[in-house]
C-alpha cells in the first residue's frame, strides 16, 4: 500500500525552501527580482484583501493576483461551493454528455450579456482571446485582425499576435497577419478596413498597460465602421470584467456598444480554478460549428470542468447577493478622488485616472532643479525606475502590495479586489501621502534605493 500523501507536512517540511525551488527549477529570474526588490517575503495565509506573514503583520493587497482574485482571497461561498461540488462526485468531463453546470453558468453569464447568445468555456484569458480571434476568422472568412497599440490580450502565440508590447513579442516571429491601430483612432481603423481583408477588431475597452480607457465614443463608431465593412468587435474584458470599472463590462459604460465576441476570465475563477469564457452571436457559434462533423473543430481538455463552473456560479451569486459592482463604482470614484486631489500637492504626480477599481497613478518630470536632476537621472537609467521606486516602500514600510502598469511606464495601476472599502482606501492614501513627501524632501530611503535599481538598470544593458 502506497505511503499517505499529507500535504500540510509536505509543506511544513520544505516551504522554507520555496525561493530556491523556484530558481533551480522554474523561471529563475523571478526569484532574483523579488530579491533585488525586496519583495521576496514569505506570506502565510491570505483572506479578502490581506495577505500576513508569519509574524502576524498584514498586508493589504492592491493588486488582486493581476485581477484574479475579484473577491479576494478565500471567499466563503466560492470555498464552500467547491466544498460541494467535490463531494457531489459528479461524472466531470466524460466528453460525452452534458453536464449542467456549464449551462447554468452560461445562463447566468448571458443575463449580464443581453446581445450575446453563448459561450464557449475555457481555461484563461489568453485562451478566451485565442478562440474569439479564430472565430472570427471563421465567421468572416478573413485573416486579419487589428489591435491597439499598449494592448495587451495574453501570450500565446495567437493572443501574442495582438499585443501592443514588442517586449513581448521579440524573438516569437512570425505570428499572425494582424495590425496595431492607435486606440481612439477611427481615421487609422478605417484605413486598414479599406482593404477588405479584416476579420476583427480587439480591443480593452480600458488598457491595462498605463490604465488608458477608450476615447468616449470611440467604442460605439468603431463597431459602426467595423460592421459597415462585415468584420467583428472584440471586446477583450479579461480584466476589466465582472465589475471591475464599475459597470460589469467595461464597454457597457457607453451608450449602444454591443460586441460581437466578449473575452472574460480573472476575477469568474474566484481565484480558485482557472476559467475563460468567450461570448458571442449566436450566428458566429453556427458558423464554427455548422454540423456534427465539426462538433469538436474547437475545444478544450479541462473547459467547462465541474471545479470551474461551480466557482463562476458562486462567483457571480456574490456578485449580485453583496452589490459588488457598486462597490467597485463607489469605492472606486473614493479612491480616484482622493489620490487626484494630490496631483497640486506633488509635482512628481502627474495624474490619476482610471474606470472603478482601475486606477492609474502616472509620474511626470518634476519642476524643481533638484528633483529634475535625480528625475533625468533615472530616466537616462531606465524609463519605469521612479515608479518602482514608489512600490518598493508601500511594500517594505507600509505593508501594500502594489506593482508598476508595464514596462517601462511611470504608471502604478490598483486593481485591488471589488470588496475593498473606505478602510483601505484610506490606509493606502496615508501610506501614498507618506511615500511622495518622501520623494519630494529630496533625500531619503527612496533616493537612496533608487542607486540600487539605476545599477541593476545598467547591468541588464
Known amino acids: 500500500m502506497s505511503k499517505e500523501f499529507d500535504l500540510g507536512a509536505l509543506l511544513a517540511e520544505r516551504g522554507a ?13 523571478l526569484p532574483r527580482m523579488l530579491r533585488t526588490l525586496g519583495f521576496d517575503k514569505v506570506y502565510e495565509r491570505g483572506q479578502g484583501a490581506y495577505f500576513w506573514d508569519a ?8 493588486l488582486a493576483g493581476f485581477g484574479v482574485m475579484g473577491l479576494g482571497r478565500h471567499h466563503p461561498v466560492v470555498r464552500k461551493a467547491l466544498h ?34 453563448r459561450v464557449f468555456f475555457g481555461n484563461s484569458g489568453t485562451e478566451a482571446v485565442e478562440t474569439a480571434l479564430k472565430f472570427a476568422r471563421y465567421a468572416t472568412g478573413r485573416p486579419r485582425v487589428l489591435y491597439c497599440d499598449h494592448a495587451f490580450h495574453g501570450l500565446t502565440t495567437g493572443s501574442l499576435s495582438v499585443n501592443g508590447e514588442s517586449g513581448f513579442r521579440d524573438g516569437f516571429a512570425p505570428l499572425l497577419p494582424d495590425t496595431a491601430v492607435p486606440l481612439g483612432d477611427l481615421d487609422a481603423l478605417a484605413r486598414e478596413l479599406k482593404k477588405d481583408d479584416v ?3 480587439v480591443v480593452e475597452p480600458v488598457q491595462g498597460k498605463g490604465v488608458h480607457e477608450a476615447p468616449p465614443g470611440y467604442l460605439r463608431a468603431a463597431q459602426e465602421l467595423l460592421h459597415r465593412h462585415k468584420a467583428l468587435l472584440i471586446a477583450d474584458e479579461v480584466q476589466t470584467g465582472l465589475g471591475r470599472t464599475g459597470d460589469f463590462y467595461a464597454y457597457q459604460h457607453e451608450d449602444g456598444v454591443e460586441p460581437d465576441l466578449v473575452c472574460v476570465a480573472k476575477a469568474l475563477s474566484g481565484g480558485y480554478v ?45 456578485m449580485e447577493n453583496d452589490q459588488i459592482v457598486a462597490n467597485a463604482r463607489a469605492t472606486g470614484e473614493l479612491l480616484r478622488s482622493k489620490l487626484a ?45 521612479f515608479a518602482q521606486m514608489v512600490v518598493v516602500p508601500l511594500l517594505q514600510r507600509h505593508r501594500i502590495l502594489t506593482q508598476v502598469s508595464g514596462d517601462h511606464l511611470e504608471v502604478i495601476k490598483l486593481i485591488p479586489p471589488l470588496i475593498v472599502g473606505e478602510r483601505e482606501v484610506d490606509r493606502f492614501v496615508e501610506a501614498f501621502t507618506a511615500v511622495m513627501d518622501d520623494a519630494h524632501s529630496g533625500g531619503g530611503l527612496m533616493w537612496d534605493f533608487s542607486k540600487t535599481l539605476v545599477k541593476q538598470a545598467v547591468a541588464n544593458r
Open 17 to 29: 525552501e520555496r525561493y530556491e525551488l523556484h530558481g533551480k527549477y522554474l523561471n529563475h529570474q
Open 55 to 62: 509574524d502576524g503583520h498584514d498586508y493589504l493587497d492592491m
Open 84 to 117: 460541494d461540488v467535490l463531494d457531489a462526485d459528479l461524472a466531470d468531463l466524460t466528453r460525452f454528455d452534458c453536464q449542467p453546470l456549464p449551462g447554468l453558468l452560461a445562463e447566468k453569464l448571458l443575463t449580464h450579456s443581453p446581445h450575446l447568445d
Open 199 to 201: 476579420a476583427a477588431l
Open 274 to 318: 482557472p476559467v475563460g469564457a468567450t461570448l458571442g452571436k449566436d450566428w458566429i457559434f453556427k458558423k464554427v460549428y455548422s454540423s456534427m462533423d465539426r462538433v469538436l473543430v474547437h475545444s478544450a481538455s479541462f473547459g467547462s470542468n465541474a471545479q470551474a463552473m461551480a466557482a463562476g456560479l458562486a462567483v457571480l451569486s456574490v
Open 341 to 385: 486631489a494630490l496631483i497640486d500637492t506633488y509635482e512628481l504626480l502627474a495624474d490619476v485616472r482610471g474606470r472603478g477599481l482601475m486606477i492609474g497613478i502616472e509620474f511626470g518630470r518634476p519642476k524643481s532643479l533638484k528633483l529634475r536632476s535625480r528625475w533625468t537621472m533615472l530616466q537616462a537609467a531606465r524609463k519605469g525606475l
